[in-house]
């Protein structure tokens, strides 16, 4: 790693609407990346609703910001570490998840899914490798 680069891993564990903490989890990744850190996210408990395609907000009259998940790769944020057993634990399945992608310039700019599926154990091991861990 370079020097005065650190792992920053930004947990989320509320679900996308009815509090402001989704959103400005999401802010404050966009800006970390930004300063050159290596940035990943990780979703647990109903922070797995997040990430899930199709979320239509009109009724509830607030901005649908789930399309910004695909932007990270953008800012070289390709970590997205969602765990199974909260999927599970909601009904869901990778099936229901927004397809999360960025493109790996080490590998002729192949296009590559972001969003890693790890059980609490491996989340435990990736929080315990952190430099930073900021929970939302």
């Known amino acids: 790693m370079e020097d005065g680069v650190k792992k920053f891993l930004y947990v989320n564990r509320k679900a ?15 800006i970390g ?37 695909r932007a990270l790769g953008d800012y070289e944020v390709t970590k997205l570490y969602v765990e199974k057993e909260s999927l599970d634990e909601r009904g869901l399945t990778t099936d229901d998840l927004q397809e999360i992608t960025y493109e790996d310039e080490d590998d002729d700019w192949a296009e590559k899914p972001s969003i890693i599926i790890v059980s609490r154990s491996e989340m435990a091991d990736v929080m315990a490798g952190q430099d930073v861990i900021l929970s939302f």
């Open 16 to 30: 996308p609407y009815g509090t402001i903490y989704a959103l400005e989890a999401l802010e404050v990744v966009l």
């Open 33 to 69: 990346a930004a300063f050159d850190q290596d940035v990943s996210l990780a979703f647990l408990d109903d922070g797995v609703f997040q990430l899930t395609k199709g979320q239509d907000t009109k009724e509830i009259g607030v901005k649908n910001f789930s399309p910004t998940f």
